[in-house]
């Protein structure tokens, strides 16, 4: 990836990835056959809107700091850009989010441990393009959020 995103194009499309994931883990908790999946399920739905609501208060934040108007970022065609671009990066199964062909509740928990490992390949690449020190910084708390995600995943896989 040579692209180069500023601070609101990258805090915009963590929170694209974090809806995608959010609406992942509830269309999983809908299908999952026991009540402990079921349970994890709506757990993670929840991890994810809070990271929504983490990404989102960061955009507002980093807004009102940067000297250019992210505006541009709710444009139809440009949010529509950006949602294909994490949706081709990160989600590269595109019946990930609505879990159509998963038998079972281990499945659809390694699928969204290898949607959080996309995750984290995708923010890596995107910190080896020229970016500035905020930008860099931004991408690495980011990163550092979605590893904590793994490890839980990882540990919630283990109690299934």
Known sequence: ??????????????????KAGHEYYLEAAKKAEGAKAKEIFLH??????KHIELFTN?????????????????DE?????????VNESVFKNKELGKVTNLDNSKEVLFEGINAEKNSILFYSE?????????????????IDEEKKHLVQLTDMMKEL
């Open 77 to 85: 065609a440009v949010s529509a850009y950006l949602n294909y671009f």
């Open 126 to 142: 995107m910190l080896k393009g020229p970016n500035t020190a905020e930008t860099a910084n931004v991408i690495d708390i980011i």
């Open 44 to 49: 993670l739905a929840g991890e994810e809107k």
């Open 1 to 18: 990836m040579s692209n180069t995103y500023n601070i609101l194009e990258v805090s915009q499309m963590a929170i694209n990835i974090e």
């Open 58 to 74: 960061l955009y507002e934040i980093l807004s009102e700091i940067v000297k250019f108007d992210g505006n541009y970022l709710f």
